[in-house]
C-alpha cells in the first residue's frame, strides 16, 4: 500500500475542523489606541486583550525599547550562551529576580518554551509530573516532551493530588500548576498544594503567567499574594507579554535552579535570546508595575464593577476575582453568535471553543484592563444585557 500523505491527513483534519464549526482563524489588527482596536477597517472596545495593565502602549516603555534600540540595535545577535546575552538581559532578570524574592532568574523568549524547558530539564523518564486538568498545554506537553509520567488531577482537587503523589512514593515528582488559569480566571489553591508537596517531598512549580503585575501587594503574583516563597515554590515561571504588556517570559528561583537551566534547558541554550530593547521596555515595565499602584487598584475596582453588573443581569458568570471573567454558554455556536453580536455593537470579546476548552464548555472569555473605563464596561454590559445570556448553563 502507498505511504499516507502527512499534508493530506492536516488537510482533512482542518476540513473536519471546519464542519464542526470550530475552525480557527486570524484577525490583522492595524492599529491599538488604548483599549481600542481598528480591526478590518472598524473601531472595536477590545475586551480580549491580556494587558491588564495597559502598559503596552505606555510612552515609557516605548521609549526605552527607542534607547536600548539605538544603543544595542534590533536583534541580539546569538543565543544567550554565544554573544547575545547582553547587559539589558542581566538587568531585567536582576530586576525580576528581586522583585519576585527569588535568587535569581532566567529569561526565555515565550512562556511556552520556558515550560518546555524547565521541565524537560528538570524531569527524566520514569518520573512523575501532576498536573492540574485545566493547566495551560506547556506545562502538560513539557511533561510529555520529558517523558515523565504524566498524571492529571480534576480541577484544583488537592484531595485528588494527595492520592496521585502517596500512590508513586518512591519517584521524583513534580507538581505543576497555573497560577491563574487562563480560561476560567480562578486562582489555584497554592497554600493547600505546597504543604503537600512539602510533606510528600514534591517540587512545586507554578506558571504564574496572569497573577504577575496583578496579584499581591506590589504585584509579583499569586505566589507572593498566597504568602508563598522561594523554598516552598521553588520554580516560579511568568511571562512578560501580559501584565507587563512586552514580551517573553522567565524562571526564578534558587541559584541552583538556574544554574541547571542554564546547563540543561534546550529551549533556552539552543535559540536567539530576546532583542536587548524588548528587555529594557520590560525592565522599565517592571519598575512601573510595582510603582503605579494605581494601576492594580483601578483594575480591581473595574473588576468588581463588572461583576456586580453581571450579578444584577444574571449572566452566567464564573466565579473569577481576577482579569479574566469569562461568560459560560456551553454550546459552540451559541458562543460563536454572541461574540458575533457584541461585534456589530462595536465590542470584541473572543469566543473560547473546543478543544481550547472542554466540550460543552464553550465561552466569551472577557478580559478587563486598567486601560479600561467604567463607562467601557457599563457599555459591555448593555451589549451582554441584549444577548439575554441568563438563561445559560453556569
Known sequence: MPRPDLLERLAVQTAERAQAQLQRRLRTISETQGPYVQSGGRRLLAFCNNDYLGLARDPRLVAALKKAADESGVGSGSAHLICGHHREHAALEEALAEWTGRERALLFSTGYMANLGTIQALLQRGDLCVQDKLNHACLLDGAQLAGATLKRYPHADVEAVARQLCSEGDRCALLATDGVFSMDGDIAPLRELAALCSSEGASLMVDDAHGLGVLGDDGAGSVTAAGLNQQEVPILMATLGKALGCSGAFVAGSSALIDGL???????????????????????????????TWRKEKLQALIRHFRRGAEQLGLPLMPSQTAIQPLMLGDARRAMEAAQHLEAQGLLAVAIRPPTVPQGQARLRITLSAAHEETHIDQLLLALQSLRLADAPV
Open 262 to 292: 542554564t546547563q540543561f534547558a534546550r529551549t533556552y541554550i539552543y535559540t536567539t535570546a530576546m532583542p536587548p530593547a524588548l528587555a529594557s521596555a520590560a525592565r522599565c515595565a517592571v519598575t512601573l508595575a510595582r510603582g503605579e
